[in-house]
């Protein structure tokens, strides 16, 4: 896993520009099998694949924190929530709250998670390539294609499922 990670951003790199012009054509058809589609492809490709096994997501980028999710993890840690943000959140230049370190602090040695059951909404949902409207998404997936090594196999084989 540790060289298709090392590998991942080259890879990425190379199929941008074939993606991004893949992307634009498929916002400009009107996809209605587009989200269940997706769901599939999603679907078989986290059968084959382990997150445990990489957690390159949780090693180099943050997610947003939400109040909700500071307010339920700071409970969880049994901290104050200005305490929570102060020791572990900072703003970043969108205005939101992320990590202020990486890899995630909250992140253990075996890739699993200390907070995993009340970890932020963003974790859970990560890497949002099931989710409802997809199209709206293109460019964050385009951006994961170089960090999650499922969303780069998931928009290949989106790629070959419906050529444009």
């Not at 997706?38 to 924190?65: G, Q, V, W, Y």
């Not at 390539?129 to 780069?152: H, S």
């Amino acid at each position: 896993m540790e060289k298709i990670i090392q590998e991942l951003p080259e890879k990425a790199k190379e199929k941008w520009l074939e993606n991004k012009k893949y992307f634009a054509k498929l916002k400009k058809k009107q996809r209605k099998r587009l989200d269940v589609m997706m769901n599939e492809i999603h679907d078989e490709e986290f059968e084959r694949t382990d997150c445990l096994t990489c957690a390159n997501c949780c090693k180099t980028t943050s997610p947003i924190f939400t109040e909700k999710d500071i307010s339920r993890i700071s409970k969880y840690l049994k901290m104050k929530d200005e305490k929570f943000i102060s020791q572990y959140l900072q703003r970043d230049t969108d205005d939101f709250l992320v990590l202020k370190t990486a890899p995630c602090t909250f992140l253990d040695q075996d890739n699993s998670c200390f907070i995993y059951d009340v970890r932020p909404k963003a974790c859970s949902e990560y890497p949002h390539t099931n989710r409802k409207k997809f199209i709206q998404i293109t460019d964050l997936t385009l951006k994961n294609t170089e960090i999650c090594p499922a969303v780069f196999n998931i928009v290949e084989t989106l790629k070959s499922k419906l050529p444009l």
